[in-house]
């Protein structure tokens, strides 16, 4: 069985910066791309960013340039580096991995809470 654990997140301030963590263990295949979405109460879940094993990135429009995804191949962990933050980026914060052989992402976290609050 396959788990994705996400840690981190919490309360920032309006320009503030948090950091997420993103642990999978479990995998019988390695994992080639893991991502972050999120969503917000009345909200359709929406794309974060991604990050391949070759550390090719891919960001949603909304926190380009403000939020940062990076990896360790080795631990199977995913980071999520958050800057600028914005009330509008309150939401949960959900971690995704899938292996190579597969389009979409097979592996979800339960998801932590990001609250951007003065």
């Known amino acids: 069985q396959v788990n994705v654990v996400e840690s981190g997140g919490g309360l920032a301030e309006p320009g503030g910066s948090l950091s997420l963590s993103c642990v999978v263990s479990?995998?019988?295949?390695?994992?080639?791309?893991m991502g972050w979405y999120r969503q917000a109460p009345g909200n359709q879940r929406s794309l974060v960013g991604t990050?391949?094993?070759?550390?090719?990135?891919d960001y949603g429009d909304d926190v380009q340039g403000r939020f940062t995804i990076s990896r360790d191949n080795a631990k199977v962990t995913a980071y999520l580096q958050m800057n600028s933050l914005k009330p509008e980026d309150t939401a949960v914060y959900h971690c995704?991995?899938?292996?190579?052989?597969?389009?979409?992402?097979?592996?979800w976290g339960q998801g932590t809470q990001v609250t951007v609050s003065s």
């Open positions: 995704a991995a899938r292996d190579a052989g597969y389009n979409e992402f097979r592996y």
């Open positions: 479990g995998n019988e295949f390695p994992i080639y791309k």
């Open positions: 990050i391949t094993t070759g550390g090719n990135t």
